[in-house]
């Protein structure tokens, strides 16, 4: 079965500052990768995805993230964040070309401080 | 995006008694939706998938006649907490997929508060 580690569980860091929120998942053969952020009390956004094609993945916000295959990694990036990225971060994987759901990390609460 | 519309965003219910949440794919028409809970600072846990017009699928550990859900239409699922008691205060979750190739979007959630 697919898993998803976020090995972070919060990332406090300065307006600014560069961030990077860690996401491990189990090897498949093919996966989709995607992560997705949570306001409090509110559902979650998609964020960025990854499906097929270049490792390198822009998103919505700044954020991006690369597929990295051999180290079964997606890391979320953003080189500047703003007090507004303040939010839950999830990182989740579904088996490529299944009908089956997402899997979700357990989640990282990004702290962005003035 | 695709709009998915979650109804109520809150409700406090008596313990006993039952509520349902909706959700709704305003744009598109998804042939598979999701229902997911939770808990607080915590990740979200599947609950069950429906297809439409299929009986919805458990995940292990879901009592399914606790938490009924309907998907009656290619716009419209419900979930249903009969006999509502206090630990099944929680946030919960809808999302929906048009078919296996597209992404699921999510509802806005529903804060079930059981007093």
């Known amino acids: 079965a697919q898993s998803v580690t976020q090995l972070d569980s919060q990332v406090p860091v300065f307006e600014e500052a560069p961030v990077e929120l860690r996401c491990n998942y189990s090897s498949s053969v093919s996966v989709y990768l995607f992560w997705y952020v949570q306001y409090p009390n509110q559902g979650l956004q998609l964020l960025l995805k990854?499906?097929?094609?270049?490792?390198l993945v822009k998103g919505i916000n700044g954020f991006e993230a690369e597929f990295n295959k051999s180290q079964t990694s997606f890391h979320l990036r953003k080189p500047s964040v703003h007090i507004s990225d303040t939010a839950e971060y999830f990182c989740a994987v579904r088996k490529g070309g299944s009908q089956g759901n997402l899997i979700f990390g357990k989640g990282t609460k990004l702290s962005v401080k003035p | 995006g695709a709009v998915v519309s979650q109804h109520p965003s809150r409700v406090i219910c008596k313990s006993g008694t039952s509520v349902k949440i909706e959700c709704r794919s305003l744009?598109?028409?998804?042939?598979?939706m999701f229902w997911y809970r939770q808990f607080p600072k915590q990740s979200l846990m599947l609950m069950a998938t429906?297809?439409?017009?299929?009986?919805?699928?458990?995940e292990q550990g879901v009592e399914k006649d606790k938490f009924l859900i309907n998907h009656a239409s290619l716009t419209l699922s419900t979930l249903t907490v009969t006999s509502a008691h206090p630990e099944d205060s929680s946030f919960y979750i809808c999302?929906?997929?048009?078919?296996?190739?597209?992404?699921?979007?999510f509802g806005q959630g529903t804060r079930l508060t059981v007093v």
């Open positions: 429906s297809n439409e017009g299929s009986k919805a699928t458990y």
């Open positions: 999302s929906a997929r048009q078919d296996i190739n597209t992404e699921a979007f």
């Open positions: 990854y499906l097929s094609g270049s490792t």
């Open positions: 744009d598109f028409q998804a042939t598979t």
